[in-house]
Structure formats: C-alpha cells, structure tokens
C-alpha cells in the first residue's frame, strides 16, 4: 500500500507501526528508556512513550523552538492542522525565519514520538498535552487561558445568552451553539477588530496587561465600568469569585495570532569574545597542563604517609581542605578541584582502615611512572566523564548540610553532558577564538530550557561556568580557546583557520567569523574515548618541557630550578630543601631543619655535597658547604630513645645546658647518670621538643643504633575509581538498537496478525490463545500437513510469556520444528510450552 493510500493513524501505536527502521531506531535514541526492558510490541512501546516520566524526560531534551512548538500544540486544537501551528508560531504577519524552522521542529516532536499523525491531523501525546496545556494550577508558558468554551463550562444559560446578545450577536436557543458563536466572533479578525475599537480606553488598558500573561485577574463584586464593559461582552470571563481570566480567543487576537511573545527559531551564536594565535593558545594550555600535573603530584606527595581523616559522614573536613590550599598555595575552591579530580582518576581514596584516612592508591605509583602526556590524559579523560562537580563543595544539600569534598552528594549527572557540550561550543570557533561566558550561557539555555530555571544560578548555567574554568586550569583551554590537545580530546576534527591574519591578544574577530559546529558525536564508545585521549597526550608530548637534571645553585642558602626536573633529582631536593616559590622556576630553600631531615633519612654529610656538586650547574656556595656541615657536626650528638624517653649525650655539659633551659620544663628531664637524661614524654615528643629548642637529636634504637627515618609510603588497598553517576540509561549502541526494533517487530506482528474465529467461537484477542494438548497438536499436525502459518503462545523456561507466528514443518517427540516467522529462524519448541494455538486469517 502506497503512503498516500495508506489510511491516517488512529493511535500513536499505529503511527508507530507505519515506521521504518531507521525511524525507530531514532526514537530509541533519543529516548533509551524507552528500550529498558526492550517492549514486547510497538502497544507497548507507545504506552511506554506516554508515560509521565518519560515524556518529562523527552520534553527536558528538547530545544526552545521545539519546547515552543509543542507548547503551541497544546493550546491549538486537537488534532491541528499544521497551518494552524504555524499561525501559532509566525503570527499573522507569517515571520519567515520561524516558517523555515517549523518543519524541523515538528519533525523533532514526531520523531521523539511526542507528537504524532500527518499535517491535516497533528496530535500531541495525551501527556505532554496535559504537562504543556494552561489550567489555573499550572499556567502554560505561552501565557494563554482556557477557551471560551472552556472558560464557560459552568456558566449559567441565561448568562451566556446575555454575553451573546450585548457583544451583537444574535440570541440561540442553546448554550454551546451560543458559544460557538461567540468564539467565531473572538477568531474573526475584522469582527473582533470592530468591536474592540467599541470599547473604552481604560478597557483596553486592562487587555494589554493581561494579553502576554498572566491571564487571570482579581476583581471586586461590583467591578468598575472599564471592567464590567469587558466583562459583559465576553472579553473577559469569570472562572471562580472574585477571578476573571482573558479568554484564549482575544489574547490571540490581541498578539496578532502568536503563541509565544518571542518565537526563539534560531540558536544564539556562541559569539568569539577575543582571538589568539593557535600557537600561543597551545603552549598556554601545555603549560597550564603542566602545572596541573604538578599539582597533583604535589598534592597527592602531601598525602603520601596518610592524609587527612575521613569525617564520619564521609569526605574531607573544612579545616583539612584549608591546610591543603595553603599547601598547595591556591584558593580553598581550586584546592576542591584538585582533590576531586585525583579521586575521580583513581589515584586518591580511603584506605579502609579503622581510623580511616586518604591516601594515594597503587595506581598513583603507575602514574608517576608514565610519561606526562599520559599521566595529563588520564587526568582530562576522568575530568570530562566525572559527574562528581566540585564547584558544590561548600555549598547545602537538600537538609541543609554542608557539601564536603570527596563527599557524598557532589554528583550531578548532567555534567558530563554540559562540559561536553561546552568544549564541542568552543570547538565550533575559529582557531584560537574566545567565547564570551554570556554567549556559552545563552546558548546552553537555548538547547535546554526545561533543565532548570530561567536565572543566571541555575545548575546548568553553573556547570557550564566551572567547566570553563576547570578547562583552563586543566590546560584544555588555552586563554579561553580549545587548545589542539583538547580538541584532540573530544574527537573533533581540525579547526578551521582564521579567515585574516592572526590577531593579538584581546583583538575582537571580525563580524563574518559565524560560528559553525564541528562534527563531533555527543557521546565516544569506550575504544573511541580511548583513541582521543591516545592523540590528545602524542598533541601534547612535544609542548611539555623535558625534565632538567640540574640546579642552580646560589650564595643565600636557595638553588633555582629552572624547569621541571628529573623524578631522581627532585625527590632528593625535596628532602634536602623546602619549596619557597613555584612558578615558571622553582625556587628551594636550604635551612637547618631541611639538612637535618635529609640526615634523618640516612644522608651523611659527605653524600650530599657529592650530590649538590654532581647536579649544580654552578659552583656550591661556600654557605651552603658551611651549613651541611654544622649541621652535620651536630646532628646525633644527642640520642633520644625509648624508656619511656630518654637522652643520651656523651657531653655533660650540653645536658646541663638542657637542664637549665626554661623551655625544656615541659619535658619534666631528671639525670639518671651524668650523661644520660630521662623524660616524662614519648620519644616524638621529646625530639620534637629538643628539635625545637635549636638542638639536633637523633633517635636511636634499643640496641643503640641510629634510627633511619624515611618517610614511609602510605597506600590504600587496590582501588577503582568512582563511577560516574548515568543521568538515565545509556543510551543503546547499534547492536543493541537492531536487536531491539527486531523483537518489537516480531512481537507486533504476533500480535496484529488476523486470526481465523475459533470453531464455534469469536476471534481471538490479542491475549495468548488457549487449547487443549489434542487440539494444539492436532492443529500443528494440519498444518504440517497444508504448509499453514499459526499463532502461538508459548512460555519459555523463565516463566515469560509471548506470542509468536510460526509455520511447522515437523512434529515428532513431543517438539515442533517450525519456522519462525516473529524471530526470521527455524525453531523447535516443546508443545508442553504452548499454551495455545490459532490460524491465521486467509488474507
């Protein structure tokens, strides 16, 4: 049967059925709840499209034009034409760019299954038209009111006869051919032109504050004359005491036919704010990766012998996220995006233990040990797909208590969708372009408007905010633009070159750069994602700076690095010396207490000139010659071991000097022999306390050796890394999707195939048949017999029930072979199985 011939749709299940494959398969896309559990027929499968939650989620995915146009649907007729949506939409004057997007958006609505049927009969879903429709409880968007149908439903006769005389219409002997009169006066435009030029001047105030919305108002129970002349005529109608609404009629009329105030057909172009060169937006970015690499590492060497405690509620405590910024000398927010980035890569978790702390993870170490391009891929593959949002750490949950960092409550399941889109925006720019916030914002508000509300705080617009930044400490973005290894990063294709020369800094681009989308795919396969961030870290490898495997020593006790340095070299600095300025260079400052701990370590004084010598591009200082060696003079003259504490010194009278020091009090000392002390404090303690008094004790073991202290490296058991939080179900891959449509089809045509009437009986339902064991074998033995096709129903081993079509070709032990008809396959199934059995019709 020809498209033409074909007979219109009654139901969304019979539009549905006139599909194609590829249709479906595009409405399952962009609907994948609506394949779990995949449905048995396309009945179900429209059901299933109706549901409230599903069409709540499919109008949230939907952009303003087709939110719009779905919203104009709901207040036309039912069904409606085309036409009549477009006047809805274009308005009498018929605007041309919202004629030329129509089509789309229906298309859009009729695809996602929202709305359904051909032009002359276009039907919104029950349930969209319900979510979408004006009521007194749930005003619609367009800022309509009932019709005047509607608005009259429980209005006396005599009233409404009185309404229809005094507007000049002619009385009727009923009230709904009254109304329908009426209503062809308010939808005239010359008839109701001419009345409303009847009215007074203060009346038609009242209309033009009501005509955009909202439509109800509040009025006394005498109203004034301005009122009642509306009020009389219709213009106006009363829907409870005291409340009047504007009919949906007039305030159409009144917009010159629009649904909406500001038909929204066009997307808001991502405007470029300033333009660079892609070179210096590159090597911003690689810096910047850089940098970020370093910080982790810094952060997670921090935690390295055992982090902060977890708080009982999980996550980490307001204090121990301020001691971490200022460890890492960054704001407490950057400092939270930090944290949650190693714990969203793996390689940060609790180690599990009864008093619980954070820890690096054995993944960390095999991080460490890859090459720093990877180790930033790593970083910006978990960034981009983590639903963990650092941006709420600080803020309220829903009972009002405080958002912690890597602790409950932080996922939001839209933000790997929004960063996602944020990036696929910044790489529709020229090379080397900026975006303005505002137009990132707009846009994303434009795409989906039913996602939060309307105001610059919604969550939406804030995730698209953090992710701008978050991009640029990262190093995706360079100076605001996608750099090459970000764009990499997403599976977009080259950028396209600035049509003039390039621009400096700040310089605005010209006016006939538009914005034009790469093709880049909303969401990568598993492989996929995989082969971006591969060419993301080889993008990047050559603008990451190599690893120096020198210093610059200088005269004031600091050694400058001026690069990054070799992991051997700058675990050693570490210990040798503290950080005092980071930046492009590093700067390392040598103190008492640095050479001591460098001692503590097992040091002596003779390796670390060898190592200042082997690794200083410049001679050592004869300063810092001097300060290794007091120190090492020093170092272990006093021993601390355990009695509870004790010092032993083989000089009395540097004891004697302890003694008579006020600050050692609090370690409560007593002589036991002349050149041993005893203490009311634990060794630590006692150390820390001599440490503290300007001497350089060392602990000693009970055997009266000298204890080697290293820092000891704390790691949580093997851990993965947290899994990103589905904002519904995933969306189905191909074969998933082709598997699908296949068993919906063979459902649908077991389920539709005409059935011949049982003898003596109606035609079956479309419920499983039933028969007894004789009848159903003696029917699949006939039609063995005359090549028949039958319908089945039949349960499987888990108790599932379905219907099948089924054309036998042998039955013998208890078995039928068939072929099936529903699964395109030759089959053999138990009779004991079958509940039942039916011919088919003859045509």
Same mark, same amino acid.
């Given at each position: 049967?020809?498209?033409? #011939?074909?007979?219109?749709?009654?139901?969304?299940?019979?539009?549905?059925?006139?599909?194609?494959?590829?249709?479906?398969?595009?409405?399952?896309?962009?609907?994948? #709840?609506?394949?779990?559990?995949?449905?048995?027929?396309?009945?179900?499968?429209?059901?299933?499209?109706?549901?409230?939650?599903?069409?709540?989620?499919?109008?949230?995915?939907?952009?303003?034009?087709?939110?719009?146009?779905?919203?104009?649907?709901?207040?036309?007729?039912?069904?409606?034409?085309?036409?009549?949506?477009?006047?809805?939409?274009?308005?009498?004057?018929?605007?041309?760019?919202?004629?030329?997007?129509?089509?789309?958006?229906?298309?859009?609505?009729?695809?996602?299954?929202?709305?359904?049927?051909?032009?002359?009969?276009?039907?919104?879903?029950?349930? &969209?038209?319900?979510?979408?429709?004006?009521?007194?409880?749930?005003?619609?968007?367009?800022?309509?009111?009932?019709?005047?149908?509607?608005?009259?439903?429980?209005?006396?006769? =005599?009233?409404?006869?009185?309404?229809?005389?005094?507007?000049?219409?002619?009385?009727?002997?009923?009230?709904?051919?009254?109304?329908?009169?009426?209503?062809?006066?308010?939808?005239?435009?010359? %008839?109701?032109?001419a009345l409303l030029r009847q009215a007074p001047g203060e009346s038609l105030e009242v209309l033009e504050r009501l005509v955009w919305g909202p439509p109800y108002g509040q009025v006394t129970a005498d109203p004034a004359p301005r009122l009642r002349w509306l009020l009389d005529r219709g213009l106006l109608l009363p829907t409870a005491p005291g409340t009047v609404v504007l009919p949906r009629e007039?305030?159409?009329?009144?917009?010159?036919?629009?649904?909406?105030?500001?038909?929204?057909?066009?997307?808001? &172009?991502?405007?470029?704010?300033?333009?660079?060169?892609?070179?210096?937006?590159?090597?911003?970015?690689?810096?910047?990766?850089?940098?970020?690499?370093?910080?982790?590492?810094?952060?997670?060497?921090?935690?390295?012998?055992?982090?902060?405690?977890?708080?009982?509620? =999980?996550?980490?405590?307001?204090?121990?996220?301020?001691?971490?910024?200022?460890?890492?000398?960054?704001?407490?927010?950057?400092?939270?995006?930090?944290?949650?980035?190693?714990? @969203?890569?793996?390689?940060?978790?609790?180690?599990?233990?009864?008093?619980?702390?954070?820890? +690096?993870?054995?993944?960390?170490?095999?991080?460490?040990?890859?090459?720093?391009?990877?180790?930033?891929?790593?970083?910006?593959?978990?960034?981009?797909?983590?639903?963990?949002?650092?941006?709420?750490?600080?803020?309220?949950?829903?009972?009002?208590?405080?958002?912690?960092?890597?602790?409950?409550?932080?996922?939001?399941?839209?933000?790997?969708?929004?960063?996602?889109?944020?990036?696929?925006?910044?790489?529709?720019?020229?090379?080397? =372009?900026?975006?303005?916030?505002?137009?990132?914002?707009?846009?994303?508000?434009?795409?989906?408007?039913?996602?939060?509300?309307?105001?610059?705080?919604?969550?939406?617009? %804030?995730?698209?905010?953090?992710?701008?930044?978050?991009?640029?400490?990262?190093?995706?973005?360079?100076?605001?633009?996608?750099?090459?290894?970000?764009?990499?990063?997403?599976?977009?294709?080259?950028?396209?070159?600035?049509?003039?020369g390039p621009a400096g800094p700040g310089d605005k681009l010209p006016v006939h750069h538009r914005h034009h989308e790469p093709a880049v795919r909303e969401s990568l396969s598993a492989a996929e994602q995989a082969a971006a961030t591969a060419a993301a870290a080889r993008l990047l490898a050559p603008l990451l700076p190599e690893p120096l495997d020198h210093v610059l020593l200088q005269a004031d006790?600091?050694?400058?690095?001026?690069? $990054?340095?070799?992991?051997?070299?700058?675990?050693?600095?570490?210990?040798?010396? #503290?950080?005092?300025?980071?930046?492009?260079?590093?700067?390392?400052?040598?103190?008492?207490?640095?050479?001591?701990?460098?001692?503590?370590?097992?040091?002596?004084?003779?390796?670390?000139?060898?190592?200042?010598?082997?690794?200083?591009?410049?001679?050592?200082?004869?300063?810092?010659?001097?300060?290794?060696?007091?120190?090492?003079?020093?170092?272990?003259?006093?021993?601390?071991?355990?009695?509870?504490?004790?010092?032993?010194?083989?000089?009395?009278?540097?004891?004697?000097?302890?003694?008579?020091?006020?600050?050692?009090?609090?370690?409560?000392?007593?002589?036991?022999?002349?050149?041993?002390?005893?203490?009311?404090?634990? +060794?630590? @303690?006692?150390?820390?306390?001599?440490?503290?008094?300007?001497?350089? $004790?060392?602990?000693?073991?009970?055997?009266?050796?000298?204890?080697?202290?290293?820092?000891?490296?704390?790691?949580?058991? $093997?851990?993965?890394?947290?899994?990103?939080?589905?904002?519904?179900?995933?969306?189905?891959?191909?074969?998933?999707?082709?598997?699908?449509?296949?068993?919906?089809?063979?459902?649908?045509?077991?389920?539709?195939?005409?059935?011949?009437?049982? @003898?003596?009986?109606?035609?079956?339902?479309?419920?499983?048949?039933?028969?007894?064991?004789?009848?159903?074998?003696?029917?699949?033995?006939?039609?063995?017999?005359?090549?028949?096709?039958?319908?089945?129903?039949?349960?499987?081993?888990?108790?599932?029930?379905?219907?099948?079509?089924?054309?036998?070709?042998?039955?013998? =032990?208890?078995?039928?072979?068939?072929?099936?008809?529903? @699964?395109?396959?030759?089959?053999?199934?138990?009779?004991?199985?079958?509940?039942?059995?039916?011919?088919?019709?003859?045509?």
């Amino acid at each position: 049967m020809s498209t033409e #011939d074909r007979p219109a749709p009654r139901s969304l299940a019979e539009a549905l059925r006139v599909r194609d494959e590829a249709s479906l398969a595009a409405l399952l896309r962009a609907r994948p #709840d609506l394949v779990t559990p995949v449905p048995t027929d396309l009945t179900q499968l429209a059901t299933r499209a109706g549901t409230r939650a599903s069409v709540l989620r499919a109008l949230e995915r939907l952009d303003r034009f087709a939110l719009q146009t779905a919203e104009a649907l709901a207040v036309a007729g039912d069904p409606a034409t085309y036409d009549e949506v477009l006047g809805l939409m274009a308005g009498d004057a018929g605007d041309p760019v919202v004629s030329a997007a129509l089509p789309r958006a229906v298309a859009t609505l009729r695809e996602q299954a929202l709305a359904w049927g051909g032009d002359d009969r276009l039907r919104l879903v029950r349930t &969209a038209r319900e979510l979408l429709a004006p009521s007194p409880q749930h005003p619609s968007p367009t800022g309509l009111g009932p019709t005047v149908q509607e608005a009259t439903a429980g209005m006396s006769p =005599g009233r409404i006869q009185e309404i229809v005389t005094t507007a000049g219409l002619p009385s009727t002997h009923d009230s709904v051919s009254a109304m329908t009169a009426l209503t062809a006066l308010f939808t005239n435009r010359k %008839r109701m032109a001419a009345l409303l030029r009847q009215a007074p001047g203060e009346s038609l105030e009242v209309l033009e504050r009501l005509v955009w919305g909202p439509p109800y108002g509040q009025v006394t129970a005498d109203p004034a004359p301005r009122l009642r002349w509306l009020l009389d005529r219709g213009l106006l109608l009363p829907t409870a005491p005291g409340t009047v609404v504007l009919p949906r009629e007039v305030a159409l009329h009144l917009r010159a036919g629009r649904a909406h105030r500001e038909p929204e057909p066009v997307p808001p &172009a991502v405007e470029p704010a300033s333009a660079h060169r892609p070179e210096m937006v590159d090597s911003t970015a690689a810096g910047q990766a850089y940098t970020a690499l370093a910080t982790v590492e810094e952060l997670l060497k921090d935690w390295d012998g055992g982090g902060p405690a977890v708080l009982r509620a =999980g996550g980490l405590s307001v204090r121990d996220l301020k001691r971490t910024a200022v460890a890492l000398d960054v704001a407490e927010p950057v400092a939270a995006f930090w944290v949650e980035l190693a714990y @969203a890569a793996g390689l940060l978790a609790s180690d599990g233990e009864a008093d619980e702390r954070y820890a +690096p993870t054995p993944a960390y170490d095999e991080w460490l040990e890859q090459p720093a391009a990877e180790r930033w891929a790593r970083l910006a593959g978990a960034w981009l797909a983590a639903t963990r949002t650092s941006g709420l750490v600080g803020g309220r949950d829903a009972k009002e208590r405080t958002l912690s960092a890597l602790g409950p409550g932080l996922d939001r399941s839209a933000a790997p969708e929004v960063r996602h889109r944020v990036l696929v925006l910044l790489a529709g720019l020229p090379a080397g =372009g900026a975006p303005a916030a505002d137009s990132v914002l707009a846009r994303l508000r434009w795409e989906r408007p039913l996602r939060g509300p309307q105001q610059d705080d919604d969550l939406r617009s %804030r995730l698209a905010r953090w992710t701008l930044s978050e991009a640029e400490l990262l190093g995706v973005t360079g100076r605001g633009a996608l750099s090459a290894h970000g764009r990499a990063l997403l599976g977009a294709p080259a950028p396209r070159p600035a049509e003039e020369g390039p621009a400096g800094p700040g310089d605005k681009l010209p006016v006939h750069h538009r914005h034009h989308e790469p093709a880049v795919r909303e969401s990568l396969s598993a492989a996929e994602q995989a082969a971006a961030t591969a060419a993301a870290a080889r993008l990047l490898a050559p603008l990451l700076p190599e690893p120096l495997d020198h210093v610059l020593l200088q005269a004031d006790l600091t050694a400058v690095a001026p690069g $990054p340095l070799e992991r051997p070299l700058a675990d050693m600095l570490g210990v040798l010396a #503290d950080v005092e300025s980071k930046g492009g260079a590093t700067v390392y400052r040598f103190t008492p207490g640095s050479v001591r701990r460098a001692l503590d370590s097992g040091r002596a004084a003779s390796d670390l000139h060898a190592f200042l010598a082997a690794h200083s591009r410049t001679p050592v200082p004869q300063p810092l010659a001097y300060l290794i060696d007091d120190v090492a003079r020093k170092h272990g003259r006093l021993r601390v071991g355990a009695a509870s504490a004790y010092v032993r010194c083989d000089d009395d009278a540097l004891l004697n000097e302890i003694l008579a020091d006020r600050r050692a009090a609090a370690l409560r000392l007593r002589r036991l022999a002349p050149t041993v002390l005893a203490a009311q404090a634990d +060794p630590a @303690a006692l150390l820390e306390g001599l440490r503290g008094m300007g001497y350089a $004790p060392a602990a000693e073991s009970a055997e009266g050796d000298v204890l080697i202290t290293r820092a000891h490296a704390h790691r949580t058991p $093997p851990r993965t890394a947290p899994e990103p939080v589905p904002d519904g179900p995933p969306p189905p891959d191909a074969t998933l999707l082709s598997a699908a449509i296949r068993a919906i089809r063979a459902g649908d045509l077991a389920a539709t195939t005409p059935r011949k009437p049982a @003898a003596g009986g109606p035609v079956p339902d479309g419920d499983l048949p039933r028969t007894s064991s004789a009848e159903t074998l003696a029917t699949m033995q006939a039609a063995v017999l005359t090549g028949e096709a039958l319908w089945i129903g039949y349960v499987n081993a888990e108790g599932t029930a379905s219907q099948r079509v089924i054309a036998p070709i042998r039955v013998e =032990g208890g078995f039928v072979t068939a072929y099936d008809h529903t @699964a395109d396959e030759v089959r053999t199934y138990p009779l004991h199985r079958v509940t039942g059995v039916a011919e088919l019709a003859d045509d």
